[in-house]
């Protein structure tokens, strides 16, 4: 699988096509771009019902459990919805596991930050599955979060679809 990766402070404003910015998510025949590492994205939200569809696909090279956890919180941090995406259960060296979805919502009263942690079981380093999002907000910023003490600090941004076009921006 190609991917491109790119040193980025800490972090980076990805937009994609007219799309991601219509009213509800795109269509299930329609795959998200997906991208390597962890984080999460913060959404300014207007007021309405935020959606938000996560995606995974495992890699399946090493024999690595990989779960991921999806939180999403309001402006107060507080929890308002969470999802777990389970390991595909898939053997080592088996490629590229189906695409998994889950949808987190929550009622934004008014405008206002959410965050979506996203957080990978025994991946602390992102390399073990690729991920990403829908969303019916249109103004996002994507966070990564790959720094750790046994190694140089690093915040690449890894894009995992090849065939899907993205702008990837950076504030000044």
Known sequence: ???????????????VSPAAAAERPAPDDDPPLLIGGIGGVYFLAEPGELVIDVFKRDRNERNVR???RAIL?????APRHEATLPDDGRPAKSGLGPLQRARLTTRVDRRGVYALNVTISQDRYGLEA???FRSNCPKYLLETARGHKDERHQEPI???SPGRP???????
């Open 130 to 132: 690729i991920w990403g």
């Open 66 to 68: 990989t779960e991921l």
């Open 158 to 160: 890894v894009l995992a």
């Open 73 to 77: 919180v309001g402006p107060d941090r």
């Open 166 to 172: 993205a702008e990837v921006c950076f504030a000044p």
């Open 1 to 15: 699988m190609k991917a491109v990766t790119c040193a980025a402070a800490l972090l980076a404003c990805l937009a």
